[in-house]
């Protein structure tokens, strides 16, 4: 039971990521076709600096948890790499509760408070496009989310690493 | 405790925290947190604010646009084989010379540097043909990895640097400036590495023997050389001309700098879908990486700094009356013994704004200081224990490769980037000449 859920957060955020990372194509293509609008036409585009903006903030945060998935977040492991395999297992579970769980449930909880104010501000962008700024703000509690349920994952298979079962 | 020795307790608390191993980001991170909800008597929503709003930040950064797009143009180089044949090149054209397959390593990387503004791809993929040939020509081990980690981090100071973009929106300097700051001392690094290749080759030839096989014409090696160079070059001058020039935002030029390498792609029939998508899927990667430490880093420094701990730095460094040569030494010490054990984001994120009042107060032009951080902060990926060529080099070496040879490889290196850093701050026109020229005398002010 517990099993499988590991690998569906494995599977599904993995795939968020893959899907996310496609953002990177319209985001070089957008600024590609800004530079051409406004110094070959001299028309600039009222859109493109805010679709650049979000295309690139969309791109990293939501793939935040494929990132830790792949355990691509960097640590300083050199001296932790000394202990033997056990205690690193071990290591690795405290630190999860230890430093983990607080610090993206605060700013989980944080990004939550500050995308519902942008909601319930109906809040827009000051720019002549104005578009709307709270859907791009929920991204924030969306990609931690994700992160904290991977963070989660990440534990649980390291918990039945430690009792020699693999996932 | 007053909020100075509760700034000073965090800093601490930050070395005990980073050797427990789990991810920078989230350490940093709770300790923003932690020492921010204490520091200012318990008032976590303010803590909180702070946060998202940091987050938020970064998120609505638009010079940090350029960071994903400059590495996706290095992936998409990478992808196009051009390093490959960059170092083919050079083999052929310089292979016959005795130690010429080091200094072919190394004017390789240089180019390629050029054109990607991280370090990774660089080490990885001249590194994988670089390894083999110099093994087969009979090259000291130690030479061999000390030359493709040192070339290979050249790429994270020649522009286009994603550092010098991290610096730029850290700081308040232009990025354009950074850039063309940051060329006479990327050149004179390796000119320096290929002196000492030379002269170690000269006094000891068992180390960099010549190879005697494959005779290529005059007029052959000019064809391949043509080939091989002038496109990456044409596209240097793109991007890095239309920042300097200050036609473009560095995010622009980084993004024409996508198209031109996908068109290069083409070019060299290379282009595919599938190519694409894995650039795309390493990009996203390491940008998160990057970001997300950016966002642990963020909520430290904005705390750290709130507390006051980067006046209480200042102050006991201004106090100590040393004279501004001395503390600027202890200053690189600093970022040097820092970059041992972290890596370059996140030792840009604590130093800078620690560093930059203390370097205004003596009277240090802050161009001239910011690059010099830059040219120390290479060594970061060098110094053992912790160094990204080392793991990079490491990761793609054949088991005779051990990681003592890449230690001990990298200590001359180390030491020359030592020499050029010392060079630059005593003659700063190394770092200051072009960006004078080129922006006027305003940098120097």
Redesign the interface.
């Known amino acids: 039971m517990l099993k499988s859920f590991v690998r569906a957060v494995d599977a599904f955020n993995l795939f968020v990521?893959?899907v996310?990372?496609?953002?990177?194509?319209p985001?070089?293509?957008?600024?590609?076709y800004?530079?051409f609008m406004r110094?070959l036409f001299n028309m600039p585009t009222v859109w493109a600096?805010e679709v650049?903006?979000y295309l690139?903030?969309f791109?990293?945060?939501m793939?935040?948890a494929?990132?830790?998935c792949?355990d691509?977040?960097?640590?300083?492991?050199?001296?932790?790499?000394q202990l033997p395999p056990k205690a690193?297992l071990v290591?690795?579970l405290i630190?999860?509760w230890?430093?983990?769980v607080?610090?993206?449930g605060?700013?989980l909880?944080?990004?939550t408070?500050?995308a519902a104010k942008s909601w319930a501000n109906w809040e827009h962008s000051w720019s002549a496009w104005k578009p709307p700024l709270y859907p791009?703000?929920t991204?924030?509690p969306v990609s931690l989310a994700l992160l904290f349920l991977q963070g989660f994952a990440n534990f649980v298979r390291e918990w039945y690493q430690l009792k020699g079962e693999k996932i | 405790m007053s909020p100075e020795t509760l700034a000073v307790v965090m800093f601490f608390t930050l070395f005990v925290?980073?050797?427990?191993?789990?991810?920078?980001?989230?350490?940093l991170?709770?300790l923003g947190?932690?020492f921010g909800v204490i520091g200012w008597g318990g008032s976590t929503d303010a803590v909180?604010?702070l946060?998202?709003?940091r987050?938020?930040g970064v998120?609505?950064e638009?010079v940090?646009?350029a960071v994903?797009?400059f590495i996706?143009m290095a992936q998409v180089l990478d992808a196009s084989g051009i390093a490959e044949r960059l170092f083919e090149t050079m083999h052929i054209v310089m292979g016959r010379l005795r130690g010429g397959l080091g200094i072919a390593v190394i004017i390789a990387c240089t180019i390629f540097s050029a054109t990607a503004g991280v370090v990774g791809a660089t080490v990885v993929s001249i590194g994988l043909l670089a390894i083999p040939a110099l093994l087969r020509a009979g090259y000291n081990i130690p030479l061999i990895a000390g030359c493709i980690t040192a070339g290979g981090t050249l790429g994270i100071l020649i522009p286009p640097s994603i550092m010098l973009v991290v610096y730029g929106s850290l700081s308040q300097i232009s990025v354009g400036w950074l850039y063309a700051a940051a060329f006479g001392p990327g050149f004179l690094l390796s000119a320096l590495y290929i002196a000492y290749i030379v002269i170690l080759c000269l006094i000891k030839p068992e180390y960099g023997p010549a190879e005697t096989s494959g005779a290529h014409s005059g007029a052959e090696k000019a064809v391949m050389f043509a080939k091989s160079i002038v496109p990456p070059i044409i596209l240097v001058l793109i991007v890095l001309g239309s920042i300097v020039a200050g036609?473009?935002t560095p995010?622009?030029a980084?993004?024409?700098g996508?198209?031109g390498a996908v068109i290069m792609t083409l070019g060299y029939g290379k282009f595919s879908w599938k190519m694409?998508?894995d650039?795309?899927?390493s990009?996203?990667?390491?940008?998160?990486?990057?970001?997300?430490?950016f966002?642990?880093g963020n909520?430290f420094q904005a705390v750290f700094m709130g507390l006051g701990g980067g006046d209480a730095i200042s102050n006991f460094m201004l106090g100590t009356k040393l004279p501004p040569i001395a503390l600027l030494f202890v200053m690189m010490g600093i970022v040097f013994f820092l970059g041992c054990?972290?890596?370059w984001l996140?030792i840009l994120l604590i130093v800078i704004p620690i560093f930059t009042p203390v370097s205004q107060e003596l009277g240090f032009n802050g161009l001239w200081f910011a690059t010099l951080i830059c040219v120390n902060l290479q060594m970061a990926f060098l110094t053992p224990?912790?160094g990204y060529s080392i793991f990079y080099l490491k990761g793609i070496s054949p088991p005779e490769i051990t990681i003592y040879h890449i230690y001990k490889g990298v200590v001359p290196f180390v030491t020359l980037q030592w020499i050029g850093l010392i060079l630059c701050i005593f003659i700063p026109e190394i770092i200051l000449w072009a960006p004078a020229r080129f922006f006027g005398p305003s940098v120097l002010g």
Not at chain 1, 20 to 25: K, N, R
């Open positions: 990521g893959r996310t990372s496609y953002a990177m194509i985001l070089f293509l957008v600024v590609c800004e530079v110094k600096f650049t903006i690139y903030g791109n990293y945060m793939a935040m494929a990132t830790h792949l691509r977040h960097v640590r300083i492991d050199v001296i932790t790499l690193q290591l690795r630190t999860h230890l430093v983990f607080p610090f993206v605060a700013l909880w944080a990004g408070a500050y791009y703000k991204v924030i | 925290g980073l050797l427990l191993g789990h991810p920078l980001a989230f350490t991170g709770l947190v932690v909180l604010a946060l998202a709003n987050a938020y998120m609505e638009y940090l646009v994903p797009l996706m036609i473009a995010t622009e980084a993004g024409m996508v198209l694409m998508k650039a795309c899927w990009t996203t990667i390491t940008t998160s990486m990057i970001m997300t430490l966002l642990g909520a054990f972290l890596d996140g224990p912790f």
